[in-house]
């Protein structure tokens, strides 16, 4: 923890707890039966986030421009 995070609460530490099984044994989501499924669903759906759309088309448009350096005048007369 650093002492500038915006959340200092020692409870929270950037996890999320999800229920996979009733108290039963069977699936709450028939689509996500175990833990793997979900780590595959969730790698499908990060791409399709807009954010991440966002950022893919931008990229390339800027890093064209990072090659051009200006030259400045010398200092002159002193």
Do not use: A
Not at 6 to 13: A, L, S, T
Not at 58 to 78: L, T
């Amino acid at each position: 923890m650093y002492p500038r995070d915006p959340n200092r609460d020692p409870q929270f530490k950037g996890r999320v707890r999800v229920q996979l099984k009733t108290e039963d044994g069977s699936p709450v989501n028939e689509e996500i039966p175990n833990r793997i499924t979900l780590y595959r669903k969730i790698g499908q759906l990060i791409p399709k986030l807009k954010t991440r759309q966002q950022r893919q088309g931008g990229g390339e448009s800027s890093s064209g421009q990072q090659g051009k350096s200006k030259k400045g005048k010398g200092k002159g007369k002193r």
